[in-house]
């Protein structure tokens, strides 16, 4: 009796502890493997768009497109996007494979063709070495055949537990059968036969799951480059043809958005197979204005401290700064919007080179792949200003703060609006290029001569500089950006 006793309280204890909320991920690391059909390529814009997501590889299997001519494609839109640390590596053509769509996603421009070369480097052997190279589990995002999976399995099993999961688009699993469970069906019965745990998204044959025509004119009316990339691919003739006709289904698409908005999907977890899950059904209302916003720049993942959605509404902004809300976000995205706001609340004031902090915090996290509160940093910007100033809009808008212990102030060489970067094993450093340097002394030096520090008029021109460079200075534009290697990194203390 007294060991009943003492296991019920126990089992009080388990329950309460199983009843607790599972913390949502809102960051992950991706490896995706493609054979760059047009709703793949849709995918992986939408992912590489995403600050909260790192992507570590591109991996081309055949299918839509062989994997070399898919490379091109990738490097071209990966130029389009300004990013240039992603690894891309072909898989094994297949034999048989001419999809009848081949030659119209062949015709399809993703960029200006890309000066970076389509590298010898196996998609198998580039997994392999991306597995054991990360320090937290990988999800495999798989929008073609599983060939690549397959011969990772083949060659070394013992990595799948640096997989989180596989996420695989496919029309269907039961009864198994799609483009990319017929293009290699041996590979997909191995990688479902092992103890990975696999997600199979699909459309599942939804009339309304489009991108349609109203999807292209968010395009045309935004000022993002996500919303350029995607205007300028269904503005050439054959893709616009298509897109006229409804063509276009909402396919791998649901891939990216089954990542960043887990919740708009319905997922049966009660299969044969424990290990496999697959889509019941999706909120397809849901996840095309998902889409919209992150084409228009306003879609945010972050959870927010206090806020439930980052304020936009013009009656809570100073007269001066209504103007620029619309431009600033459609032009620079939401994540650089919020980093600005809560840069100039933390400062005291609208100043310039917060500005540029928060702009380059923003482009660091970018070229890193990773969300807030990831990267350490090094600032040269010392602790008087107006340089210093620089150090606020870094630290709010990466997260690396005092507080943390993941800024340091370095302690070496002339101050000025430079900073290293640190993610991993890599660093980067970002300064402000000399031409807007010397403008941005130049106002300083203006509004001195003529007001004097202490008068509110130097301050009322300072704040007006600011909203200016705010909306004019694009991030991708104004830095200078180094790659360093760690034994040149910097000593702060």
């Not at 006793?5 to 949502?24: D, G, K, R, S, Y």
């Not at 060659?155 to 999961?165: F, G, V, Y």
């Not at 809570?316 to 919020?338: Q, V």
């Not at 990466?398 to 060489?413: E, F």
């Amino acid at each position: 009796m007294r060991k009943i006793f003492i296991l019920i309280p126990l089992l009080l204890v388990t329950q309460t502890i199983w009843a607790q909320p599972i913390p949502l991920k809102l960051k992950h690391t991706i490896i995706i493997d493609t054979d760059c059909a047009i709703d793949d390529m849709r995918a992986i814009s939408l992912l590489l768009y995403r600050p909260e997501i790192t992507v570590e590889a591109i991996l081309l299997s055949d299918g839509s497109l062989p994997p070399q001519e898919g490379a091109h494609k990738i490097n071209a839109l990966l130029k389009e996007l300004n990013v240039d640390n992603i690894a891309v590596a072909c898989g094994d053509r297949l034999k048989g494979i001419n999809p009848p769509w081949r030659e119209f996603n062949r015709q399809i421009k993703w960029g200006e063709k890309s000066d970076t070369p389509v590298t010898g480097l196996n998609a198998v052997d580039c997994l392999i070495e991306k597995l054991k190279n990360v320090d937290e589990k990988v999800i495999l995002v798989c929008l073609g055949p599983l060939t690549n999976i397959a011969q990772l399995l083949k060659k070394d099993a013992s990595l799948t537990s640096k997989i989180e999961r596989i996420i695989w688009y496919n029309d269907s699993v039961k009864p198994m059968q799609g483009f990319n469970f017929n293009c290699d069906k041996g590979s997909a019965d191995l990688v479902f036969k092992s103890n990975m745990r696999i997600d199979v998204i699909s459309n599942l044959n939804k009339d309304n799951s489009l991108f349609d025509t109203s999807m292209y004119e968010v395009c045309m009316h935004s000022k993002t480059r996500l919303a350029s990339i995607l205007k300028n691919v269904f503005s050439q003739p054959s893709v616009n043809q298509k897109l006229h006709q409804d063509h276009f289904r909402l396919c791998d698409d649901l891939v990216a958005l089954y990542i960043t908005n887990p919740e708009l999907f319905d997922i049966n977890i009660i299969t044969d197979e424990l290990n496999v899950r697959y889509i019941k059904d999706y909120n397809v209302q849901g996840v095309r204005e998902a889409i919209t916003d992150m084409i228009n720049g306003t879609y945010t993942s972050e959870r927010n401290v206090v806020f439930n959605r980052f304020p936009v509404q013009p009656e809570m902004f100073n007269y001066d700064i209504r103007p620029i809300i619309d431009s600033a976000i459609a032009r620079y995205g939401y994540d650089e919007w919020k980093a600005n706001v809560m840069t100039d609340e933390f400062h005291g004031h609208l100043g310039v080179f917060s500005i540029v902090g928060a702009k380059m915090g923003i482009k660091a996290r970018e070229l890193f792949g990773v969300g807030a509160d990831m990267l350490d940093v090094t600032t040269f910007a010392g602790s008087k200003p107006p340089y210093s100033c620089l150090n606020d809009g870094i630290q709010v808008s990466t997260g690396a703060t005092v507080g943390m212990g993941t800024i340091h102030l370095s302690k070496h060489g002339q101050n000025k609006p430079s900073a290293i970067f640190t993610y991993g094993n890599r660093s980067i450093r970002i300064s402000l290029k000399k031409e807007y340097l010397e403008q941005v002394d130049a106002d300083i030096k203006e509004g001195i001569m003529k007001f004097g520090l202490m008068d509110d008029g130097y301050w009322k021109l300072i704040r007006h500089n600011a909203i200016k460079y705010w909306v004019e200075w694009d991030r991708n534009k104004i830095f200078d950006i180094e790659e360093i290697s760690h034994k040149n990194k910097p000593i702060y203390k």
